[in-house]
């Protein structure tokens, strides 16, 4: 399940992984999507991961060494209906991202199964689920 919170500026969901909360961005503004080494290890080591050593741009800083691995990820989430989309995609593995455990980008945001409905998923409900493997 994830429950949506907002903030003036940022909007944040909480993210349950068997049983574990993570704390995640929504950030369109954000390329890619990220996990931290931390959540990659506890929840998704038995997925591949290529080594990646990209210099990162954030908001008033270049971040170089941080982005070490990219991953493959799957998840679902629940439209109005509750019927289920299926979403697969990139994450960059990185040491640290600005204590979050994860930031859900706009690679994830805007793909054309959910862009439509994550807009209206994001202003109107309150909770999603959010299951997550490995893409085969």
């Known amino acids: 399940i994830v429950n949506k919170t907002m903030s003036r500026e940022l909007n944040f969901i ?18 890619n999507s990220l996990i931290t080494k931390s959540a990659y290890d506890k929840y998704f080591s038995h997925c591949e991961k290529r080594p990646c050593n990209l210099t990162m741009y954030t908001a008033g800083s270049v971040l170089h060494n941080n982005v070490i691995a990219v991953t493959q990820l799957c998840y679902y989430h629940l439209d109005i209906a509750n ?16 204590n979050n455990s994860m930031i859900i980008g706009a690679n994830l945001l805007n793909d054309p199964k959910i862009s439509i409905k994550t807009t209206i998923i994001l202003k109107s409900l309150s909770f999603l689920s959010f299951q997550t493997w490995c893409k085969r």
């Open 14 to 31: 909480e993210v349950h992984i068997r049983g574990n909360k993570l704390k995640a961005l929504v950030d369109n503004g954000s390329t």
């Open 83 to 98: 019927n289920p989309i299926e979403v697969c995609g990139e994450f960059l593995i990185a040491n640290n991202i600005n």
